[in-house]
């Protein structure tokens, strides 16, 4: 079938605006914030920060516009592979931070980037082409055991360089996209009590820090001058922020909050910008959401509303999580908050992101218009 061809300035207005100017206010929104703590995380953060983010931006566009359907369908196994070669050089090859060793830097220009922040787009992608094409049989078990192995093959090799946070994004990642492609709750029941019943096993087995990580996460007070302190000053943080913050460039209090340009960069968010600032932060994120759940009901496809519902996970889940990091409700395990931490790989890699369902998007409306161009030319026969 011939392609329905737009010029290059067509493509550009046929963007989807619903995803493209949400996501762009909240990388400019996350720019003002590191400018604003210039003075105690350095410029170059910021200057790192607007880089990404202009990379990201070409990304998105260039992704936009590639036919997800000819492209996924194409390449799905190079992509797989390609992620888990990158996964494995950063195991082997990678910079330890800590307990994490899930930074690797380029040679030759000497830039260190997180590969598994830019698998989750592979991921994302060769998920739903699987998903796609055995969404009829998903019940069965000679189906689930493959979308098992295909799914546990990245997070096994995303835990293993220690980075549990990126790991949970990745199951809710997975979890979403079944549901989404009708897989039984009879299975999401058995997975959950085989991790009941394991879990006093493995308990044991974890180091000291660990035990005590999870446990006061829920509960920081129990040890505010430890494990707990982080969570504790990054909620005072934003409730000094009050209802309206202290402006741009203000406040202080963000400064004894450790890693608060990524991890807890909403706590510096709020206390310059406040609650308002918080809800509007909030509230773009769910209009993107929403966007994506409409996308994800009129695709021209399977694939793309499983490409969707990918996306969709992504940005509930480390909202969510970084967010509950920040009000000191959940333990604190590294997740990036979308469009907001700092990082050049957070930042170009969920800019980036928003390429696939604006692909989604732009396409189907090629579809629609090729199929109506059709019936012009048959009513005129």
Known sequence: MKAYVRTFKQKIQSLDKWILIPSVILALMSIITLYGGAEHFGISVAITQTAAFAVGLFACIFLAMLD?????????????????????????????????????????IGVTIQPSEFVKITFIATFARHLSK????????????????????????????????????Y???????????????LYFAGVIGAVVIVFPYIWPHLAEYQQKRILVGFNPESDPLG?????????????????????????????????????????TFCEQFGMIGAFFYIGLVFVIVVRLIILARKSRDKLGSYVCAGVIAVLVAQMGENIGMALATLPVIGITLPFMSSGGSSMLSIVALMGLPMSVYMHRNEKLALLSRQKEKIKKK
């Open 171 to 185: 199951m809710a990642i997975i979890a979403v996209m079944l549901f989404c492609a009708g897989l039984s709750l």
């Open 134 to 169: 055995v969404d009829h049989k998903i019940n069965k078990f000679s189906t689930v055991i493959p979308l098992a192995i295909h799914a546990m093959i990245v997070v096994g090799l995303v835990l293993v360089s220690g980075d549990l946070g990126v790991a949970l994004v």
């Open 227 to 267: 494990f707990g302190m982080q969570a504790l000053l990054s909620r005072k943080c934003i409730a000094s922020g009050g209802l309206f913050g202290k402006g741009f460039g203000n406040g202080e209090l963000y400064m004894d909050v450790p890693v608060s340009s990524s991890d807890f960069v909403f706590a």
């Open 68 to 108: 997800y359907d000819e492209y996924i369908n194409r390449l799905y196994i190079l992509l797989f592979a390609g992620s888990v070669i990158l996964l494995s050089v950063t195991i082997f090859f990678g910079i330890a931070v800590g307990s994490n060793q899930s930074w690797i830097t380029i040679p030759g």
